[in-house]
């Protein structure tokens, strides 16, 4: 019976559960922040690409 009297008073098991919530959560930040600036870099480097190449075209003599 003081088996389970101590198991009901036992709260290390509700705290691991909720330090694994927190890294759920923070995962989760983590991973839609990292999206987000992922697809602004992205189009930062398509739009020097593209300036990159029409400047190119512009300043280099056509072959005959």
Do not use: C
């Amino acid at each position: 019976m003081t088996f389970f009297k101590n198991l009901l008073r036992d709260e290390q098991g509700a705290t691991a559960i909720e330090y694994g919530l927190i890294a759920a959560l923070i995962a989760v930040a983590a991973i839609t922040a990292m999206t987000a600036v992922g697809g602004e870099i992205s189009d930062t480097f398509n739009t020097v690409d593209s300036k990159l190449d029409t400047a190119n075209k512009t300043t280099t003599p056509a072959a005959d």
